[in-house]
């Protein structure tokens, strides 16, 4: 998580509070996802996403495309 948090604000001359706001998004975005997976309509959605070996689905070993990814992270995310 730490690498991910780096990675999105990784331009050190942005401002502390900056940096600390990106942090905070970040973190909020991916309790939402979580809580939302836990949705019996988003349960669905993500055991029908297209096997491949591109992307990760928060709380899943089976990988899939970046496609399905997004959308069920997306629906998630916004499902709470």
Do not use: F, K, M, Y
């Not at 999105?8 to 990106?22: D, I, K, Q, Y």
């Not at 689905?57 to 629906?75: P, Y």
């Amino acid at each position: 998580l730490d690498s991910l948090l780096d990675h999105v604000v990784a331009a050190s001359e942005l401002p502390e509070s900056t940096v600390t706001r990106a942090q905070t998004v970040v973190l909020d975005s991916i309790g939402a996802i979580c809580g939302g997976l836990s949705l019996p309509e988003n349960r669905g959605l993500r055991d029908a996403a297209a096997q491949a070996d591109e992307a990760t689905v928060i709380g899943r070993t089976e990988r899939t495309t970046v496609e399905w990814a997004t959308l069920v992270h997306g629906t998630a995310g916004t499902a709470t």
